[in-house]
């Protein structure tokens, strides 16, 4: 997926026990962020980190969201675990991770597997992915993220 494209549209259950829909956060912008799995330390840096923004976040307009296969009931255990205060959503059947272009081949030591490439997607509030952060490095990036996001308005 490109900056200037439209989102792909989801529906996910989330971390909240509710279904989420891309649409429900139309009129703000809203930060996507496709992690690999719950729990695992670049992960949990990385959720930790999002959450330790997200007053920034908020006061920014935007809304912050998590993607991974995990479970709803994985989610629940994570958010517990680390204190985490943004909604998590479940795609188990990596449907929509395949649609937004983050479950593809990755090579890890040498040795090449599908699964899901750390991403962070700022969406506006029409629903156009406005900025791409591919194959993410965690250290540091909430604050890029939060930095473009403070630079579209």
Same mark, same amino acid.
């Given at each position: 997926?490109?900056?200037?494209?439209?989102?792909?549209?989801?529906?996910?259950?989330?971390?909240? &026990?509710?279904?989420?829909?891309?649409?429900?956060?139309?009129?703000?912008?809203?930060?996507?962020?496709?992690?690999?799995?719950?729990?695992?330390? &670049?992960?949990?840096?990385?959720?930790?980190?999002?959450?330790?923004?997200?007053?920034?976040?908020?006061?920014?307009?935007?809304? #912050?969201?998590?993607?991974?296969?995990?479970?709803?009931?994985?989610?629940?255990?994570?958010?517990?675990?680390? &204190?985490?205060?943004?909604?998590?959503?479940?795609?188990?059947?990596?449907?929509?991770?395949?649609?937004?272009?983050?479950?593809?081949?990755?090579?890890?030591?040498?040795?090449?597997?599908? &699964?899901?490439?750390?991403?962070?997607?700022?969406?506006?509030?029409?629903?156009?992915?406005?900025? #791409?952060?591919?194959?993410?490095?965690?250290?540091?990036?909430?604050?890029?993220?939060?930095?473009?996001?403070?630079?579209?308005?």
């Amino acid at each position: 997926m490109k900056e200037g494209e439209e989102a792909p549209g989801f529906e996910l259950e989330g971390s909240d &026990g509710k279904k989420h829909t891309l649409k429900d956060f139309k009129g703000k912008p809203l930060v996507v962020y496709f992690y690999p799995r719950d729990n695992t330390p &670049g992960c949990t840096r990385e959720s930790c980190d999002f959450t330790a923004g997200l007053t920034a976040f908020r006061r920014a307009g935007a809304e #912050v969201v998590g993607i991974s296969p995990d479970s709803v009931k994985s989610h629940l255990g994570f958010i517990e675990k680390q &204190g985490l205060r943004h909604l998590l959503l479940a795609d188990p059947e990596r449907q929509v991770s395949t649609e937004w272009g983050v479950y593809r081949e990755k090579v890890l030591y040498g040795k090449k597997s599908l &699964g899901i490439v750390r991403s962070t997607f700022i969406v506006d509030g029409k629903g156009v992915v406005r900025k #791409v952060f591919d194959k993410v490095k965690v250290d540091g990036h909430v604050d890029k993220v939060l930095a473009a996001l403070k630079e579209l308005d």
